[in-house]
């Protein structure tokens, strides 16, 4: 299959190679703030709250709530042609942090997703070195 | 924090002489996307009465300046490649201003050229942005599930029934002003609100008819000082009032999801213009999604946040209406090539000066043209006046 037809991978960047390889060990993890005790997704080089760079990685015990969704039906890639429909969102941790995933484990229809119910962690392996951080519904 | 009072200083200090799109509009596959800058910008000096030889600064966004200007085959002696998405040309219009103010051109040009249609060669996304590590893997990709995450906050914020109702009378009322744009792509094909709500889903909430076209197009702008746009070959728009800025890239991070960045640009704007909401005689307000204009009229202040769906009911923004809104028909009815800000000037503009036909709205004297770019990530507001 040509390259465009794959769904796209990251490339992780030297603030994010530990992210990524966690991932891989299924386990999600974000920065902390040793000074201000800020969390913070994505990964970088200073906490965007007080701008120390004394960051430490916290491990996610996987669990929190759904701040929104869409259900894709228009394959915005190639690479998700065989995908649709499925459900995009945006996940608030329960350590305080937001961050983009897919909802997996649930009908893509509007009336069985609710803003606000409980999720908990699974991972989508999408290639030999790439671990994607999902979240299904909890029970 | 901007400086309202030497904002002020340079309000009404320079103007819009010129405004063009190019030759055509829609599906264009014999025009490159520089093709489409040089036309455009070619009209636009012609509509101002200049040559590219009067040009000293040049403006443009998605490509380089550097691209642009060797093309045209000028030697700007200010250049300026902001490119923050669609908002960008509106902000240029604020940058030429401060520029012409400042000394450092006299003849502004602002073009603006995309093939988001029939690109032959469109331009790859850096793989190693934090966009495409985080969001791309999950096909959180392109505007329309960006935008429908943000509108299903927003309708759990705000009601689920009274947001859709508001997206269709969005929708309804863009489509009968692009019925009277001739040059608008669906300007023989009327909309009504059955064939909104059946028309089929790309991003859940988004209907199709939510979504912007996706047209080839260009356009461009002639800016200068407010003494030698007398000599001009139209009347004036003077640029009163302009604001700019962005709080995110990714939709993810975006701070509140019912609230961009319009929430400052327009206050400013208006405050530098010295004048408020009701003097405006027309609002061009980028409709990249039906969601986008709900959401910017409560930004921009025009009503209180979760108070759109009443501002915009019974057609009001609809020809005849008492809230003249998106007269050209729009991103959403009249061409969006991927990057459509620089539109909303070009319309403004031209109400200003009573060029607009059967669309033409009475005693249009002031006017907001609000841009809104990347993932509601950028806006840039303008306060313009008929001179």
């Known amino acids: 299959m040509p390259e465009e037809n794959n769904r796209p991978a990251p490339i992780p960047q030297p603030e994010s190679d530990y992210y990524w390889e966690q991932a891989k060990a299924g386990k999600l993890v974000f920065q902390k703030c040793g000074a201000c005790g800020s969390v913070q997704f994505f990964p970088r080089v200073l906490c965007t709250s007080c701008n120390s760079t004394d960051l430490e990685w916290i491990e996610s015990a996987g669990k929190g709530s759904l701040f929104t969704f869409s259900i894709v039906h228009q394959p915005p890639h190639p690479g998700f042609r065989n995908a649709v429909p499925y459900i995009t969102a945006i996940v608030e941790l329960d350590e305080g942090v937001k961050m983009p995933s897919q909802l997996i484990g649930i009908d893509p229809e509007p009336e069985q997703i609710e803003i606000g119910m409980r999720l908990e962690l699974a991972f989508e392996e999408l290639n030999d070195s790439i671990s994607l951080p999902v979240f299904r519904p909890v029970g | ?387």
């Open chain 2, 1 to 387: 924090m901007p400086n309202i009072q030497r904002l002020k200083n340079i309000s009404g200090t320079a103007a819009i002489v010129g405004v063009a799109e190019s030759d055509s509009l829609g599906k264009v596959p014999d025009r490159s996307p520089l093709a489409l800058h040089a036309e455009a910008a070619l009209n636009a000096l012609d509509d101002a009465g200049l040559q590219l030889s009067d040009v000293d600064g040049m403006f443009t966004a998605g490509w380089s300046t550097l691209d642009v200007a060797e093309y045209l085959g000028i030697e700007p002696r200010f250049t300026d490649s902001t490119s923050v998405g669609g908002s960008s040309f509106v902000m240029h219009v604020a940058h030429a201003v401060a520029a012409i103010a400042a000394g450092y051109c006299e003849v502004a040009l602002i073009t603006h050229g995309q093939s988001g249609r029939s690109d032959r060669a469109p331009i790859p996304r850096n793989p190693g942005a934090p966009m495409t590590q985080y969001e791309y893997p999950y096909g959180i990709i392109g505007p329309p599930v960006s935008y429908a995450m943000a509108c299903r906050r927003y309708m759990h914020e705000y009601g689920e029934d009274r947001t859709r109702q508001a997206l269709a009378e969005i929708a309804v009322s863009t489509r009968k002003w692009a019925n009277l744009n001739p040059r608008a792509y669906f300007h023989d094909r009327p909309l009504s609100f059955d064939e909104y709500h059946d028309s089929r889903w790309v991003a859940w909430p988004f209907h199709l008819v939510d979504c912007c076209l996706v047209t080839d197009a260009g356009a461009a702008i002639v800016v200068t000082t407010a003494e030698r746009a007398r000599d001009c070959r139209k009347g004036a728009v003077t640029v009163l009032g302009a604001g700019e800025g962005h709080d995110h890239s990714m939709i993810s991070q975006m701070p509140d999801l019912t609230r961009a960045f319009g929430r400052n640009t327009g206050p400013q704007a208006l405050e530098m213009a010295g004048v408020s909401h009701a003097d405006l005689d027309l609002a061009m307000i980028y409709d990249s999604f039906t969601y986008t204009v709900l959401v910017t009229l409560e930004n921009l202040g025009f009503c209180a946040a979760g108070e759109g769906p009443d501002f915009v009911a019974d057609q009001v923004t609809a020809p005849g209406g008492s809230f003249p809104l998106n007269t050209s028909g729009g991103g959403l009815s009249y061409t969006h090539p991927g990057m459509y800000g620089i539109f909303t000037v070009v319309e403004a503009v031209r109400q200003l000066r009573g060029e607009t036909g059967d669309r033409q709205i009475d005693n249009c004297d002031l006017a907001l043209a609000h841009g809104t770019g990347g993932l509601l990530s950028s806006t840039g507001t303008l306060v313009l006046g008929s001179s």
